[in-house]
Nanobody, 124 residues
Framework: QVQLVESGGGLVQAGGSLRLSCAAS????????MGWFRQAPEKEREFVAA????????YYQDSMKGRFTISRDNAKKMVYLQMNSLEPEDTAVYYC?????????????????WGEGTLVTVSS
C-alpha cells in the first residue's frame, strides 16, 4: 500500500503562484511514476502532469506546459507541482497519484493510489 498526502492548496489571485506538495509513504518500491490530476466542480478528473519515479522524465497536459512544473525528491519521497500564472480556470481539487501499472501516465486508470486532494481556488 502507498499513502499519499497533498498540501499547499489555497486561495490565490489570478496571475499568482502556488506550490503543491505530495508526501508518499508505505510501499513505494513499485511506483513507476507520480502524477497530478485535477477535478473542477461538475467536470471529469483530468491529467495535469506526471514524473517518472526513476528517470525523472516529465509529462504535461499541453495547456499547462510553461506554467506548471512537476518535480520530485526521491530521498524524501516528495513530489511537487509548481503552478505559475494561475487562472480562474485552474480552480479545482488537485490530486496526487501513484502509478504502479504499465498503462499510460496520462490515464486515470494507470494510478492505483490517490491522495485526498487539496483545493486550489484562483480568484479573478
Amino acid at each position: 500500500q502507498v499513502q499519499l498526502v497533498e498540501s499547499g492548496g489555497g486561495l490565490v489571485q489570478a496571475g499568482g503562484s502556488l506550490r503543491l506538495s505530495c508526501a508518499a509513504s508505505g510501499r513505494t518500491s513499485g511506483i513507476n511514476a507520480m502524477g497530478w490530476f485535477r477535478q473542477a466542480p461538475e467536470k471529469e478528473r483530468e491529467f495535469v502532469a506526471a514524473i517518472s519515479w526513476i528517470g525523472g522524465a516529465t509529462y504535461y497536459q499541453d495547456s499547462m506546459k510553461g506554467r506548471f512544473t512537476i518535480s520530485r525528491d526521491n530521498a524524501k519521497k516528495m513530489v511537487y507541482l509548481q503552478m505559475n500564472s494561475l487562472e480562474p480556470e485552474d480552480t479545482a481539487v488537485y490530486y496526487c497519484a501513484a502509478d504502479d501499472s504499465s498503462d499510460s501516465v496520462y490515464r486515470v486508470t494507470a494510478y492505483s493510489y490517490w491522495g485526498e486532494g487539496t483545493l486550489v481556488t484562483v480568484s479573478s
